[in-house]
């Protein structure tokens, strides 16, 4: 191990010591709506708003309390209750890593809050949603705060729950349904993956708690249990993070209200995997252990999958969610690159929430603008109409393509020159992967920002209220700024060495390193090109044909044909065996045996004739038997 | 010699079960059963003798009382079914069956 990792100490009092009411307020912000139902409706939404501004404001007073402490004490865990006697106490663990996440949850959570009271404000079902939020953001903060997997893992799936509530939330719509099932499903692989990764913890190591944990892992132990809790910690975080091979429940998770995907399916949820790496770096960072390798392919793969699907997405959302693949890709990729990418990986996810949430919140206002119509073939020139919507989402599309001194500019690339450095070939691939979502992203402003106006006959576009472009404007400073912020002089890494580990040499600040350079280049040249296909030539309002290559992103790389004819079929096949084995083979031989048993009684009542000869015949009979089976023995 | 009286007890054995067997009066088949029983008590009393031991004479007391008992019950069955059947054809009391 490269880096020393502080130890954790006690805590109890002050705002840290109550932190539990982070979790607690939008718990009992959910618990309210859900319960008292319909008599919340006129002030459901301001609730949900006002629980998680609360959890906010904890959550801003413990990071200004911990960072009051010194350097080597800002791991403090703080005992709740005795959760399982004997192997687990439920506590948090206020750490650098868990505040850091808590902050981006409850402040970008809160922007999406407000957010929604506009963009929900003509659904009837609006408390309700509010609810969902609420509880959403009470198991998030759970899932980062625990001090133990068994809590992560409470969190991990109360997420999924709320996930699964929020894409499913207009119901009705057929295809809402079967995708928030979709996502429920391809998630259970993954959680299998983190509970067989929890057992084997249990019985190796006795113990699920972080701070236990750290004492009892040898520094540079490595042995085949450590590689496979690696591996399947890694399987639940491809689950939740939906990278590749469980990559194909977020594109259609897009079918949920466009809150939800900026707050869940991009800023927080789905980077829950990175956080579970991250935090268990110790499963993945043994000498020689190939888990590391395995999570830094991973997320190769998916930045550049994620990244060629967003290419050919008219949907914009699906675009949006096909870069959020992508962008999770980096983190991944970072993650999987130790303490030198932990930092740039954390601070990615950071900027990422602050600029992905604020593009899909734009791309929500557009829609509210424009009918919910998702089509970017029946946008073009918006930027008239929306000002505001589109300054902001352009600030958001620059910080994701990496435009110097934006936020993504610092964070991705540093995740790019890191892997440069360690893992060359997926270092180049991750530039790669950034002259494509130069390609994307431009494609996606220009055709709906620019160009001619494509737009239905009945399509009044105009721009939307300032309950739902004051979160944007906020959410685009944070893509300005936060990136900067962050990386120049290293201020998260140094921030999160305690909990992380603090890599052998700091990384320097290099903005003519060659792989920038390339990264810059590429990222030029797909823009170039976007503005030329997109921009400055008529973009045709119905979908063309495409190639082959066009038709093979269109359809999610062929990833649910694939799910659909390895896992689906099979699995068809299998239960309709089962079925075949249980109407032929198990009621076959139930069956068969009272028929058969009933057929030969039917025979066998024949012989009651009802007449007494017969009757007195078989006991003549039977006793001349008996007399001469005696005979025959000889008894007689 | 009591060979003799063995075999008469054989053969009104036999006409009593041929008796049961063939005869649909139900008063001829029950004084079928009653030779029967009187032929096992024949059978009694001359292995009694025989062997010279007392038993075989008991048991044929007990038959007989069995067999007066016997006589009780069955009598007044074939009575009441007569009544209701105005037969006494035991093949007519034949609806106990499948």
Known sequence: MESHIAEIVQHTGGVIGNAWLMIAFPLVGAFILLVFNRFTNRWGHLLGVAMSLASFVVAVLAFFELIGFGEEERRRAVHLYEFIPGMVDMGLLIDPLSISFALLITGVGSLIHIYSIGYMAHDEHRRRFFSYLNLFVAAMLLLVLADNYVGLFIGWEGVGLASYLLIGFWQFKPSAAVAAKKAFVVNRVGDFGLLVGMFIIWTTFGTLTFAELGEKIQPGQTNGTMLAIGLLLLLGACGKSAQLPLQSWLLDAMEGPTPVSALIHAATMVTAGVYL????????????????????????????????????????????????????????????????????????????????????????????????????????????????????????????????????????DGIIETAVHHQPILGWLAVLGAGITGFYMSRMVFMTFFGQKRWADDAHP??????????????????????????????????????????????????????????????????????????????????????????????????????????????????????????????????????????????????????????????????????????????? | MTTHYLVLSGILFAI???????????????????????????????????????????????????????????????????????????????????
């Not at chain 1, 970072?334 to 602050?354: C, D, E, K, R, V």
């Open chain 1, 277 to 412: 790496v991250v935090r268990s770096g110790a499963f993945f960072f043994p000498e020689g252990s190939g888990a590391a390798l395995a999570v830094a392919i991973v997320g190769a793969a998916t930045l550049l999958a994620g990244a060629i699907i967003g290419c050919a997405k008219d949907d914009i959302k699906k675009g949006l969610a096909g870069s959020t693949m992508s962008q999770i890709g980096y983190m991944m990729l970072g993650a999987g690159l130790g303490p030198a990418g932990y930092a740039f990986a954390i601070g990615h996810l950071i900027t990422h929430g602050f600029f992905k949430a604020d593009m899909f919140l734009g791309a929500g206002s557009v829609m509210h603008g424009m009918n919910d119509e998702v089509d970017m073939r029946k946008y073009g020139a918006l930027r008239k109409v929306m000002p505001i919507t589109f300054v902001t989402f352009f600030i958001g599309y620059l910080a994701i393509i990496g435009f110097p001194l934006l936020s993504g500019y610092f964070t991705k």
């Open chain 1, 462 to 636: 105009h721009e939307s209220p300032l309950v739902m472009t004051v979160p944007l404007m906020i959410l685009s400073l944070g893509a300005l700024g936060l990136g900067a912020y962050l990386v120049l002089s290293n201020r998260l890494l140094l921030f999160l060495a305690p909990a992380v580990g603090r890599p052998e040499e700091l990384p320097e600040f290099a903005p003519f390193a060659p792989s920038g350079l390339a990264t810059l280049g590429l990222v030029a040249v797909g823009a170039i090109f976007a503005w030329m296909k997109y921009g400055r030539a008529e973009v045709p309002s119905v979908q063309p044909r495409g190639s082959f290559l066009t038709t093979f992103a269109r359809r999610d790389l062929y990833g649910d044909a694939l799910n659909e004819s390895l896992f689906m079929r099979p699995g068809q096949w299998l239960t309709r065996l089962a079925v075949f084995f249980d109407n032929r083979g198990v009621d076959g031989i139930v069956n068969g045996l009272a028929a058969g048993i009933g057929g030969s009684s039917g025979r066998l009542r024949r012989v009651q004739t009802g007449f007494a000869r017969t009757y007195a015949l078989s006991i003549f009979i039977g006793a001349a038997l008996l007399t001469g089976a005696l005979l025959l023995v000889g008894n007689i």
């Open chain 2, 16 to 98: 009593g079960a041929l008796g049961v067997l063939i005869r649909r009066n139900a008063i001829v088949v029950f004084m079928c059963v009653e030779l029967m029983l009187n032929a096992c008590n024949l059978a009694f009393v001359t292995f009694s003798r025989q062997v010279g031991n007392l038993e075989g004479q008991i048991i044929a007391f007990f038959v007989m009382v069995v067999a007066a008992a016997e006589v009780v019950v069955g009598l007044a069955i074939i009575v009441t079914i007569f009544r209701t059947r105005r037969s006494a054809s035991v093949d007519d009391a034949n609806l106990l069956k499948y």
